[in-house]
């Protein structure tokens, strides 16, 4: 929930600053880049004594609560198969993650990119503080949504139909937000948010349930990996649809394409049977 929190926190600061233009002689994107990246600078050093390393260190836990944690660690860990390196980029599984995650990114930045500007000219007006209060709105239904969805996934124990099901409706979401009027869009807009910001909980349970020692950690940074290249060129594939076909809505159905078509199709597929847990506690390893 921290991403959303953060995207709803964020984007009226990031309009409040941008008002600051010609403060000092500086333009407002000027104050917007120093303040921020302060903030960021100052919550990495304070992450850095606050944070335990590990259950053991664990200031907020008493120690039963460790106890029972690092036992149960153990447990989980000796149920599955321990892996090398190598098991991780050999896995078929792991490769169809990451593609899965590649276009869950596509998606997710070329809709984070863009969103001031989409929503500004919805109401017709600058990228602002006004726009960026609306902007957060998304984010406030994502928040809702990734405190629900993933919720509901553990409860049932379905992954494989939860991911499919959100993402697809994450990519319609974003298809309509730009063929829709502007109180529909941002309607569209928030289903857009939920799916692609509250599935992604559901998604990283898998890679976690399908590897373990060095392998897990080869895999969620191979994963991630892929993750990064999808926010790389989302908006140069949003641009390219948008200036190829001279149309602001073929870029948003370009995106809705990637990503509600496209990965809930190999969410289907990388994760029947032995892939995703289901509710009799399936292996992932098989």
């Not at 070329?110 to 989409?118: A, H, S």
């Not at 990228?127 to 509901?152: E, H, K, N, Q």
Request: proline fraction near 4%.
């Amino acid at each position: 929930m921290g991403a959303p929190l953060a995207l709803t926190l964020g984007s009226p600061l990031s309009g409040a600053l941008l008002e600051m233009h010609g403060f000092m002689g500086h333009p407002g994107w000027f104050w917007m880049f120093v303040i921020e990246g302060l903030l960021a600078v100052g919550a990495g050093v304070f992450t850095f004594f606050w944070l335990d390393d590990t259950p053991e260190q664990a200031r907020f836990l008493s120690k039963e609560e460790k106890t029972l944690l690092i036992n149960q660690l153990a447990s989980e860990e000796q149920q599955k198969v321990t892996s090398r390196l190598s098991d991780a980029l050999r896995n078929g599984r792991v490769w169809q993650l990451a593609i899965i995650y590649l276009t869950i990114q596509v998606a997710v930045y070329g809709l984070i990119f863009f969103l001031p500007t989409q929503v500004a000219a919805l109401l017709g007006t600058k990228v602002g503080f006004t726009a960026s209060v609306v902007t957060a709105i998304p984010w406030v239904a994502a928040l809702f949504g990734t405190w629900l969805i993933p919720r509901y996934s553990d409860k049932t124990g379905e992954r494989r139909n939860v991911a499919a099901l959100t993402l697809l409706a994450a990519g319609i979401g974003i298809g309509l937000s730009g063929l829709l009027s502007p109180v529909l869009a941002i309607v569209a807009l928030c289903v857009a948010a939920i799916g692609f910001i509250a599935v992604q909980p559901v998604f990283w349970t898998m890679p976690t349930q399908l590897l373990s020692g060095t392998a897990l950690a080869a895999g969620i940074g191979f994963v991630n990996l892929f993750g990064a290249v999808g926010g790389f060129i989302a908006p140069i594939l949003r641009v390219k649809a948008e200036t190829l076909f001279a149309s602001d809505a073929a870029g948003l159905l370009t995106l809705a394409a990637v990503g509600g078509h496209r990965f809930a199709d190999y969410f289907h597929s990388a994760c029947k049977s032995h892939c995703c847990a289901d509710r009799r506690g399936t292996s992932l390893i098989g």
